[in-house]
């Protein structure tokens, strides 16, 4: 009998703790806008950089109960390029396009990639690697620059919303 007791209190307590872990775990969202110039070359890699984007992440914790020295990791879940302008354009523009993140004293590193198929719409759901990113959103700002190599000629410019996801995992405060 004791030891069915002592059983079924390690399984509460593990399951408690797994349910106040996940209280923990949450995604952020950022969005910025690019633009691709009309008559950019084919086969050469140009790239575009969005303007820096306040992380607002202090708050962001906050609201979702932790602080920026609780946060055991960050990684970046999505990124979807949406093509606002032109109307009617679609990405089979792009041969290739690859993601860079950079801050304030850190190194700019890669954290997206994607061969861009020739059927592609005006929605593009790049590649992320794996990596912690969690130096760079605990910064209070940070910058995508985007390395594109087009295999077409495009006669206007092509305004594109850069939409991230980052996933959160945090420690609960104070434990």
Known sequence: MRYLFLILSI???VSSCDKIDELTKFDIEYNSKVVVPGA???NLPFNMITPDMETNSE?????NDTRKDLIEEIKLTALQMVI???T?????FLNSVEVFISADGLDE????????PENAGAILDVDV?????????????????????TDEVINEDHEID???????DAKILGL
């Open 11 to 13: 399984l509460l307590t």
């Open 40 to 42: 950019t070359g084919i």
């Open 59 to 63: 708050s962001k914790f906050e609201v």
């Open 84 to 86: 606002t302008s032109p």
């Open 88 to 92: 009617a354009a679609d990405f089979s």
């Open 109 to 116: 590193i890669k954290i997206a990639e994607k061969d861009v």
């Open 129 to 149: 690697l794996d990596i912690d990113l969690k130096e760079y959103i605990k910064k209070d700002e940070f910058n995508l620059r985007l390395n594109t190599v």
């Open 162 to 168: 850069v939409n991230t996801t980052f996933f959160v």
